[in-house]
């Protein structure tokens, strides 16, 4: 199914960027904890102390999405290991690796090692929106996202809503 796996490549792509941003935002504490990517969505489960506030939720989003307009060409490239971690590839603790590894580069903004579906531009992911973020487990957080026409939706959605709240009001949306 091309159209899927289509809306999962931009979910898993983001979900790199999200994780860098994560790491610059708050610090480099964040480790990547749990994902799940779907077409409709993406969960990102990550190491932190504290729930997030209303300016890194949006420092997080502002990050992904600069690095999305910059559209910088998705590289990849075979290398061993040690390697890979020298060069600075962010890798899951705990998990067994090979002696060669693929590592997935986004303009210098986010190296990994990975085995994923991803996109060829991030340019391509188009919209990145973070629609929850929530504790799951003693130091353990999660992000909800969505990506693409799915973040398209999303605003258009609240933009709606905010719209029948400002009726309800009798005022301007901008007042709301």
Known sequence: DGK????????HSATHLMHAA?????GEHVNQKGSLVQ?????????HFEAMNKQQIAAVETMVNEQILANHALQTQLM???QAKEAGAMALFGEKYDDDV??????????????????ARTGDIGL???ISES???????????????????????QASELSSISD?????????
């Open 128 to 130: 990145f929106k973070i």
């Open 22 to 26: 994560l790491k610059s935002i708050l």
């Open 102 to 119: 693929r590592v997935v580069s986004m303009g210098g903004f986010s190296m990994e090692l990975c085995g994923g579906t991803h996109v």
């Open 39 to 47: 077409a409709e969505r993406l969960r990102f489960d990550f190491s």
């Open 168 to 176: 309800v009001l009798k005022t301007d949306v901008s007042t709301v």
């Open 4 to 11: 899927r796996r289509h809306a999962i490549k931009l979910k």
């Open 80 to 82: 061993g290991l040690e």
């Open 135 to 157: 504790g799951i487990a003693s130091g353990v957080r999660r992000i909800e996202a969505v990506t693409g026409l799915n973040a398209l939706q999303h605003v258009q959605q």
